[in-house]
Nanobody, 124 residues
Framework: QVQLVESGGGLVQAGGSLRLSCAAS????????MAWFRQAPGKEREFVAAIRWNGGTTDYPDSVKGRFTISRDNAKGAVYLQMNSLKPEDTAVYYC?????????????????WGQGTQVTVSS
């Protein structure tokens, strides 16, 4: 069983930045693909970023590409999401997710473990 705990959410003005962190309890953390998803009120959970086990490959949807950066520290069992140039439409609960595979995916159902989420609110 893997436990994921997110932190770093909060309220920020448009154009500002936030850095989210996710701490994982898995002993084999380095073998997991990690990702961030988000869910706004009344909307489906959507893919935000993914990073493969060695950090060598990352992927983002067009909506955040160039603004968000995912990274990981396998020694610390942590994954991060640096969010810059935030927009009001980025407001959502952000979730950390882990997948028991070395390949990345943008599909929620392909992730095995989820955190509780952290709220990000961007004011205009």
């Amino acid at each position: 069983q893997v436990q994921l705990v997110e932190s770093g959410g909060g309220l920020v003005q448009a154009g500002g930045s936030l850095r989210l962190s996710c701490a994982a309890s898995a002993r084999t953390f380095s073998t997991y693909t990690m990702a961030w998803f988000r869910q706004a009120p009344g909307k489906e959970r959507e893919f935000v970023a993914a990073i493969r086990w060695n950090g060598g490959t990352t992927d983002y949807p067009d909506s955040v590409k160039g603004r968000f950066t995912i990274s990981r520290d396998n020694a610390k069992g942590a994954v991060y999401l640096q969010m810059n140039s935030l927009k009001p439409e980025d407001t959502a609960v952000y979730y950390c997710a882990a997948r028991r595979s070395t390949s990345w995916s943008g599909k929620t159902y392909e992730y095995d473990y989820w955190g509780q989420g952290t709220q990000v609110t961007v004011s205009s």
